[in-house]
């Protein structure tokens, strides 16, 4: 059986073991009897910090469907994109057939007056088109003009090459 390891009052320094000979022979019985006893934990307890807590918004994760589906109803379109990028469940729900109307509810409450989707574009594909604004080609950022014949954004170096 290998060696136990010692203790950290057997590695003390030697002033101090000098200078308390009776604590550190009290050291030395208590090592003696625990080795020809059974193995049991040191009488120090660790010292622990405090608990990690992660602090974040509100946990919708675990919230009912009902209670989503009354705050998808009122959220902007283009929170209603970004939160369908957050996960997997919000993505798969939120770009469904389904979820259209949300989408539509969410586009009439926009400021502006927006025009209705066309046919051929999803309410996702339109929300990313109209809300965000960014190249669709390169995805640079700030690109203000939306050329509606393509629907799309394009960045100046992209108008150049299509």
Not at 63 to 78: A, C, G, N, T
Not at 135 to 152: D, M, Q, S
Request: aromatic share 10%; hydrophobic share 35%.
């Amino acid at each position: 059986m290998p060696p136990r390891k010692k203790t950290t009052q057997n590695n003390l320094h030697a002033e101090v073991k000098a200078a308390a000979p009776v604590w550190a022979e009290r050291s030395t019985t208590r090592n003696k009897t625990l080795t020809a006893g059974t193995r049991t934990r040191s009488t120090r307890t660790p010292v622990r910090s405090k608990p990690r807590v992660r602090r974040r918004g509100l946990d919708v994760s675990n919230m009912p469907w009902d209670v989503l589906l009354e705050i998808f109803s009122v959220m902007h379109p283009r929170e209603l994109l970004i939160l369908a990028r957050t996960s997997k469940e919000y993505r798969e729900f939120l770009m469904s057939r389904n979820a259209a109307r949300f989408w539509k509810a969410a586009r009439q409450q926009s400021e502006s007056d927006l025009p209705d989707c066309p046919p051929f574009l999803s309410e996702p594909a339109y929300a990313n088109l109209v809300f965000f604004a960014h190249c669709h080609n390169c995805t640079a950022p700030n690109v203000k003009t939306v050329i509606w014949e393509f629907l799309a954004r394009y960045c100046q170096k992209c108008k150049e090459y299509t």
